[in-house]
């Protein structure tokens, strides 16, 4: 979207914000166009900068919680017919073959979220504000939260949680960059970012205070909210003295690197392989 219209847009979204003028009158039809370019991609709620860091556009994620003002609570379907009906005050996508998307029932993407060419949608769920990029896969029972940005050639294993956030709106969103493989049952939220080809095994968790600990060296190095381009990840248990004595807390164990190859899917098995990472 170029320059002049974001700025019309983000004007208008910040005078609803401060209360001059109705979500659901016709000051609100700003918001029908805010929706409808995150519907088609032409608006991101996060952005990759040239330094390579993220900028998140809170007037965006204002936009989307206005949005839920505007609306009504209505039938999508028939809540009679033979096929599932739902009570809500979106709608959900129906441009998939548009888009090049290929969804498998009862996969459902919610209007005011994006989909690249070639995402295949299993029986999972993407919220509004939502960014797949294109070549995707989100496997069954995967979930991908509001306002979360996935990059393309992203594996969602089966049953993986990518959480959403829109309050507070300046929050960052999950972000999980180009080619990285999240195993099953794997559960990202509150703004943790995956960068580039990172691998992380069945059942990991994290969340902004989960320790990542890098143990590829003699001495652990614990950081928090990043998993490092091409890591290798696995589940682990990090020892915390509580008043009751010591326990072991949820922690994630960074054990590897993913080897660098043309071909991603042969690097990613060797990987698995190697350091013995469920799936």
Known sequence: MIERETARLRSAIEAL????????????????????????????????????SWTTYAWIKTAILLYFRRREAA????????????????????????????????????YGSFLGRGVVLMPGYVNIGAYVGAGTMIDTWATVGSCAQIGSDVHLSGG???????????????IVEDGAFIGSRCVVVEGVHV???????AGVVLTASTPIVDVRASVPVITKGRVPSRAVVIPGIFPKRFP????????????GERTATTDRKTSLERVLRDYEVAR
């Open 17 to 52: 914000a401060r209360g001059e003028g109705d979500p659901r009158g016709t000051e609100g039809e700003v918001l029908d166009e805010v929706v409808e370019a995150l519907d088609t991609g032409r608006l991101r709620v996060a952005s990759l900068q040239s330094d390579g």
């Open 244 to 255: 009751a004595g010591e326990f072991g807390t949820p922690c994630a164990l960074i054990i």
């Open 160 to 174: 993986v949680g990518i959480g959403g956030v829109l309050e507070p709106p300046q929050a960052q969103p999950v």
């Open 75 to 110: 039938w999508i379907g028939d809540p009679h017919g033979p096929t599932p009906a739902f009570y809500d005050k979106l709608p959900v996508k129906r441009n998939y073959d548009v888009l090049g998307v290929r969804v498998v029932p009862p996969g459902i993407a919610r």
């Open 195 to 201: 960068e580039r080809e990172a691998v992380l095994g």
